[in-house]
T-cell receptor
Framework: AQSVTQLDSHVSVSEGTPVLLRCNYS??????LFWYVQHPNKGLQLLLK??????LVKGINGFEAEFKKSETSFHLTKPSAHMSDAAEYFC?????????????FGAGTILRVKS | DTGVSQDPRHKITKRGQNVTFRCDPI?????LYWYRQTLGQGPEFLTY????????KSRLLSDRFSAERPKGSFSTLEIQRTEQGDSAMYLC???????????????FGPGTRLTVT
């Protein structure tokens, strides 16, 4: 079965400093991986996805993630944090079944941005 | 706004009552998913439909839960004889096959927060 582990439940950064949210995955086949963001009282929004093309994936709002097969990692980064980045972030792997895919979510990382 | 919509946004019910939630997917999406998210956890898959056919159900979906998508458009999720452990955010998502036919981006609604007292 596919799974993801988010290594930090909370991350705190200062505005303008880099962001690193860590994710390791487990998959029996070449995975499709995603990062979603959830702001308070808002729905889940797709930040970026990896689907076996380029290993460095660029997403919205300046986020990017690098797929490293040798390390089974898919860490999310951003060069400079903004106050509006404060939210919960989920690393997600797609679990392909006979008829299609369902998403398997990590436990989430809450990002706090200090002014 | 043509995103995924869910109704109601909040539901408070007493233990033992039945509740029903509705999800309206993005109109051209033929796949519809239900997930449940409890406090401090990521969403967990419950079930999904392709058009009107329910293709997979999680073991999390007990006999008290039933989902339908009668005309391949909106979907309902009913919980009978609610228990306090059913308190959670119920999320709906929809998708349309990508050009590869395999990797589906799922678009989520705002969720229905259920509180069972």
């Amino acid at each position: 079965a596919q799974s993801v582990t988010q290594l930090d439940s909370h991350v705190s950064v200062s505005e303008g400093t880099p962001v690193l949210l860590r994710c390791n995955y487990s998959s029996s086949y070449s995975p499709s991986l995603f990062w979603y963001v959830q702001h308070p009282n808002k729905g889940l929004q797709l930040l970026l996805k990896y689907t076996s093309a380029a290993t460095l994936v660029k997403g919205i709002n300046g986020f990017e993630a690098e797929f490293k097969k040798s390390e089974t990692s898919f860490h999310l980064t951003k060069p400079s944090a903004h106050m509006s980045d404060a939210a919960e972030y989920f690393c997600v792997v797609s679990d392909l079944g006979e008829y299609g895919n369902k998403l398997v979510f990590g436990a989430g990382t809450i990002l706090r941005v200090k002014s | 706004d043509t995103g995924v919509s869910q109704d109601p946004r909040h539901k408070i019910t007493k233990r033992g009552q039945n509740v029903t939630f509705r999800c309206d997917p993005i109109s051209e999406h033929n796949r519809l998913y239900w997930y449940r998210q409890t406090l401090g956890q990521g969403p967990e898959f419950l079930t999904y439909f392709q058009n009107e056919a329910q293709l997979e159900k999680s073991r999390l979906l007990s006999d008290r839960f039933s989902a339908e998508r009668p005309k391949g458009s909106f979907s309902t999720l009913e919980i009978q004889r609610t228990e306090q452990g059913d308190s959670a955010m119920y999320l709906c998502a929809s998708s349309f096959p990508s050009s590869t036919g395999l990797t589906y981006e799922q678009y989520f609604g705002p969720g229905t927060r259920l509180t069972v007292t």
